[in-house]
Each structure stands twice: as C-alpha cells, then as structure tokens.
C-alpha cells in the first residue's frame, strides 16, 4: 500500500512541479521581455553620459530607471558601480553572473532570485522572501565600456506563484491523505476475504473442517468463498466419511478376528474338547477367514477403483448378454428362495465396460435383491435405452429401504439392518463397489425404495459410441 | 527497512516541492570573474600638476556688420595651470581668422583680469574697450564674451566691466549676462530704454551680488535677478543684499534686517574730479546695529560697492556717510584702506572677493553634506588646497556635520595629485591607508566619495583615481575597488537647508 501511495505521491508531486514552473514560465516570460527592452533602451541612453563620464546625468538615468520599485545599477567596464539609483553600491565592482556576460562581450542576459529573510544589497528594494530579476545589458555595444544592470521585483508574480505552489502542496497532501483512506479500504475489502479465506484454511490445516468463510456480496471473492465453503463441506463429508470407513473397516475386520480368537481360545482352553464341537468350532473359524478374505478382497477391489485407473478390459459389450449371463447364475438361487426372477430386455443396449466389473455391478444387484425379498418375491430386471444410456433396473418386492437409510446406502460399510446383513455374509462393501464401478464407467446409479413394498435399483450407463453410430 | 527507505523518499520529495523555486540573491556570485583594470594603471602621481592640454571650444565674435554673433569652432592650447575663462577672453579680444567675423572689442583691448567664482565670471577690460564705435558693438561685445564664457567650466553668469566698472549701451544696466542674453536681443534692450520714461516701468536684470562670507573675510559674488528702474537704481540692490533667501549657509546677507531704516540717503553723484559715485548715508547706530548683526563694517561697504559698481554703469565707486561723518578710513582683513576723497573702489576689494568652493562631509543622517568654503579663486584652481578643507573641522555654523577625513591625518598626506585627461590621481600616504583600516563601510565610503565628490566639482575632473604610496590597491578597508577610476556620487550628497538667519 505504501508504495502505491509513493506513487501517487511522486505523481502528482511531478504534475504539480511542472504545472507551476509553467505557470511561473508564463508569468515572468512577458514580464522578463518587457524589462528587458527596458534595460536596452536604458543602456542605449547611459552610453554617452559613461563615455564622457558625466555622473549626474547617469545618475539621472538611472534614478528616473529605477521608479518607484526599481534599482539601476551602471558599472563601467570592470564592473565597477558608477551609477546606483539608491546611491549606495557606488565604487562596489558588481561580480554577478550577469555581469560578467555583459561585460566579457556575452551580451545582454537576466536571471530570477529569491530574496532571503534578510534582503540583500544588490535588491535594497525589494521586500524580505520575496523574487527580483536582474538583467544585465551590455553599454556601448559590441565592447561594452560598461553595463547597465536593471533589478526589478516580481512580487505580483512571485506571491501567485508561491499560492500555486501552497495550493499544490495543500493538494498533495490532501490527497496524499485521501489515497491513504482509500488505500487502507481498498486493501481491506480485498484482503479482508483472502485472510478469512487464509484462516479457513489454516483451520483446516489444523484438522478443523467445521470451519466456513463467510460469504460476502456476489464478486469473485464471493464466489471464491463459495467453492472454498463448498471443498470444506466436501472435505468434511469425505473426512468423515474416512473415520466412518476407518471404523467400520476396522469393526468387520475387528469382529471375524474377536470370533476367531473366542473359538481359537475355546479349542486350546477347553480340554478334552467334543470333537464334533472342535469340528463345528474349525467349522466357523473357517467361515470367518472366509468373511475376513470377502471383506478384504472388497477392500481390495475398491482400493482398486478409487485408485482411478481404468480397467485393462474396457470393451463394448452388450448389456443383455451380461444381464443373462448373471441370471443364469443367480436363477437357481432364487429358485431355491422361492422367488420369480424375470429378465425383461426392451431394447439391446451396447456399453463400453469392463464386462468383469459390470458382471459384478449387475451380480451384486441382482444377489441383494434376491436376499431381501422374501419367498413368494419377486425380482424383476429390465434393461432399456434412454437418451443413448442403457437404463438397466433391478425391482424386487422385498423388504425395502427405510427413507432414512436410502441416502447412505451406497456408503462403505452401511448396513440397514446390521445383524440380518452380517447373516447374509455381506460385506458392507458391496453397494459401494457397485456405485464405484457405475461411476468409473461414467454411469449412474439410484435407488428407489418404500419400506415392506420393495426397491428399485437403476442403474444408468452411457451408450457405446460404436453403438451409438 | 523498505519502509523506512520509502519514508524517507516520500519525505524529500515533500520536502523539495516546498523548496524555493529559484535560487537566492547573493549580492556577489564567487565565481564570476570580472575585468581587472591592471592594465590601465596609471604611473605615480607626485606633487600636484594640472596637466597642459588642448581644449575645444566655440568662441562667438561679432559679426562684420555688428549684426550677430559669429560662432567659431577652435582649438586652444592651455598653459600648465592656465585658466581656460582668461584664455577664452584673450580669444576673443585677438583677431579672428574666420571672415565676417571681428575682434569682440576694440585692438589694443586686454584682459585686465578674467576672474572665476564658482559658476559666475567676471571680465575685467581695459579702458581701450570703452573705444567701441557704437553702442550696438558695446552690446556685442558683452554678448559676445558672455556667450563664449557660458557652459564652459560650468559658467553659467557672465559680468562684464570695463576699467571696473559697468558699462551700458543704454540708460538702464545692462546686467550680468548668460547663455541666452542675446535672446532679449540688442533692439529689446532699446525698446525697454526707450519707455524709462514711465513712472513704474522696470526691467529685470541679473545683478552680480556680493555677499559677506561668514568667515568674515572675503566675498562672494552670486547672481540674482533684480528689477530696477531707471529712477531708482540704488535701492533694489541694496534690497536684495539684505535678502539672504537660498542663500549658501556659508554667506550671510551683507545688510542687517532692521525695523527702522538702515540707509537714510542714496543718490549718484559726480565728483569735481569727474567720478561718478554713489553717495550712502547710513544710520549714525551703525556700528551697534552691525554688531548686533554679527556684520562686519568692511563687509558692509565692501559688499556694496562691488554689488554697485559691478551693475549700475559708469559708477566708480561709492562714498559712505555714517551719521553726519563721511567714512576716510576702513579697517579690512587685509588692512587698513585710506579713502581718498572718502570713495570706496572695487579695485580696493579684488583680492578679498572669493569663490564659494564646495567640498564634502558627513552629515548626522549618514549622508554627505555638501558645504561652501569661500577661497579665492587663485587658490581654488589648486585642487590640493580645496582638498585640504577636508581636513579641516566643520565651521562653527555647521552643526550637524563631522569631517570624512580619520583623525591624526593632515593634508600633508595627500602626497601628490595629478590632474590629466578628466581624471584626478590621488596619491594618499601609507598612513592615511592605515588610519582608513578600522572605517566602518560607511565610512569608508562617505571619505571615498567626499574626496571623488569634492575633486570632481572641478571642472576637469569627472573621475578620481586613488593611489597610497604610489601604489594601486583593490580596495581600502571594505568593498569600494579602487582598482579604476571612480565617478563622482551624486545620489549621496544631501544639501543644508538655505540659512534664513539674515
């Protein structure tokens, strides 16, 4: 800010100096030619009386010169002063700059000063902090015997200058002073956000996501807040997101394990042990790696998936040979359950996908619906074409989705109903894996549900190009 | 750090935009170098010499047919110390080479004494002048000496006399005669001659008077205009002597201001032995009254006759009668003078009448006050005498003046001056230089200008040079260069107020 402030400082400082030196050029220029031609036409007449010597004549001249404000001064041609209007530089040798010119054949010349608090000698005339002009014109011609030094005051034009001048200044600084109020507001409406923003972030930094920037008008900043606001609440949701899967990931892996070791601890402890207990016991030890390695390889895949990387076998497939394929798989399960499963294709559908992730995305589906419909159920599959997408929906009449629950169902490690899940040896994992699958195939996927009616899982996949043309 | 860096720009930019926007006046500029008058040096003066020279001069003789006057462009070679007034006289008294032109008087004429006071001229011809064949050459030849004297050596009033006394063409004085006399031409002044005859008429003249000094021992002639008629002739003169209005302080009116008259009788009368005189009678208390008029008896008389015969024509001298007592004998400063037949002549006052010489010292304001010292004019043609004035005290009427010249220096060192080509060489002694060391600049420069404004009344001198020792020196104690010539100050010169004690 200080330095904008120097800026304008020295701006308007160089405005302000050439204004009045032009302003001060303007108002002696004129004067300084009039004068002048006053001091030649004085020279002229001094001529004869300095030739011949005759005092009272130029002393006369120089008197009737000088006028009321006036000072004339004739030196002969060693600059000594013979003639003074005031009578009191008489036999002084006049060593003044334009003196010297006059009389070392320069011609005539003149120059500005300033007349200090004590006057001074050459200017007896002239009041105390004020100007005089000097002008010096040669006597006699092209060798002088002498020159006339005319001084003159310019207190008219000197006191409009130094008002200009105090003028100016007083605007500098009222400026200066208005710069720095501006300055100070203007630096302050723009960091002011930035430093909010800082904090933010800083905040964060410190593991504190609750934080927000408050939002202020409709600017760039505003909107900056905004999409800050926005990363925080995306950060925090994923932040706590993270702790939910840290402890979920670590409750299913935790709960095998606390099996494993109960049973484990039972067979070393337990003596003599049933053996028909010992194999039941291996039995379900067995069942719990199994989960452990079902819930890793879930892990597994989805580490897999987030990681982003595309899977080496993206191809065109069709949608309906990947729907049949899973319903031969799954037919005899909900034949076992009791449960009509139908596959209804209204339209082929080409996709480009990785036909193992989609075979798991429909597989999960599929088996989910199976296992919460109940016998006399029934799960229904169709696959349509919509606005170059393959619709492809999973409608089961099973137990449905609380309205409570059917935002976070896609979520790691979610249950509905924890105790009937872990029954079914779900993972928690495996609606997550589905919606990341969708996701990576540039899909869509929702679910529609009403509790003790059933559910409908959509799943949205962009048509292939190659299809589509 | 870059903030105090940006402070302190900030603050010298404010403070140069307060700055003045020009330089400031000093009285001298240390590095300009001006011309140095080494060369113009001039060699030592020692002793005092007034350099011979030729002058250039218009000299008017009358024409061949006594018409008008004839001017003349000629050069005249001046003698060491020879007064250009005489010269100028003897001129015109000779043969002029020019045809159509005569000799301003009669062959034979000479120049009995040519006399300068200040800026009046008295000639004094011989006897053989009154042989003019008319009055109209009688005319012309003091036309022609009055035109010739004025504006030389800044004579402005020419009084011709012929064997002391004035002459006239005419019944009425011819006055004292100036640049532009010749205006009222010869047939004016005979008009005016011809109507004497009424009762009231008058003529103004310009009447040489001459007043009393006060140091009561000479007097000094001055011009005056004056009215007279031709009944009368007496009177308007002693009238105007008793008048001291702008009269120099160093003169005092040469007739007491009384109530009672102080003149009982005054007629011209002509002696059996063929003088013509004017005949006085004064008041018997005369001696009381001129005591108590501070007067001298012989500046009295004096006054009177040379005012009376230098005016009124063909007057030799006046006879003086103080109550019933015809004066015999009167006592002057240059001794006693025996009266024969009790007439006073001019011829017994020539070496007492004086110029009144001006010099120059300090007044209280710190000007120079310029003062009158009456001095003959032999002696004031010497510029070292008049110098010497200054080394003398203010007289005893001047009160509010002191001298320019430091204490302890006489005029004995004033070691030489040399007076040549318009220009005075001072030469000052070693101790006059010392004495001069402790002056405060106005000092300084009113002793400077006391001596270039009191030389400088010469009227060939108009610039001084000063030397101490022989030697040039920049300057004496302060600022004044006396390196080159120095011009006379007339800026600096206050006059006193004309005494009106008469």
Redesign the interface.
Known sequence: MLAYLLIMCVAFYLVSATLIRLVGEYLFSQKADDELAAARAMAAAAESPLAGRDAEALWSLARDGAGQTGRVLVTDLYGTVQADSLSLLNGARLSRRETAAALNGQGETYGCYFVGEGGSSVSARAEADSMVCVYAVPVGGETPAGALVYITTSQTAYRSLMRIQTQMLTWLALVTAAVMLISLFVSRFFTRPIAELNEGIVEMTRGDFSNRVRVRGKNEFAQLAVAFNMMCDRIESLDKARSQFVSNASHELKTPLSTMKILIETLMYQDPMDPGMTREFLTDINKEIDRLNSIIGDLLTLVGIDSGEKPVDMKPLSVADLLNDNMRRLQPLARERGIEMTLSVREQVMVNGSASRLTQVFYNLMDNAIKYTGRGGSVRVELNRREKKAIIRVIDTGIGIPKEDQPHVFDRFYRVDKARSRETGGTGLGLSIVKQIVLMHGGHIEVASEENKGSTFTVELPESPRENA | MK?TA??A??LC??L???A??????????????????EADTPAPAVGDTIAPGEVDVTLYFPSADAQALVPMRTTLALAEGEPLPRRLVQALLSDPAANGARRAAPEGTAALSVRQFGDIAVADLSIDARGVENDRQLFLMRAAIARTLCGVNGIRTVDVLIAGRAESPFVLPCGAGDADSLSAGYAQALAEDRRVGGESFTVRRTAVLYYPARDGLSLVPQARGVSVGADDLITPLLAALADGTGLDPALRPALPDTDSPFVTGAEIVTLENGRRVARLAFDGNLSAILERARLNAWQLFASITCTLTGFIPALDGIQVYVGAGQLARLESPEGGIALENGVLTRAQFERMTASLETIYMTARDGSLRALGRAMAPEDAASPRMVLALLFGEPEAWEEDVSRVIPDGLSADDILGIRVAD?EAVLNLSGAFYARCQRLTPQQE?NL??ALVNTL?ERPDV??VRFQFEGETIPSLAH???L??????????ISRAEPDDEA
């Open positions: 903030r940006v402070l720009l900030v930019l404010l140069s935009g307060c003045p926007l020009t330089a400031r006046l000093n009285p001298i500029d240390a590095q300009v170098s001006l011309p140095l008058p318009g420069r400077i200008y400088t108009n610039a600022d004044i260069s390196l080159g010539p120095l011009m006379r100050n007339p800026g600096l």
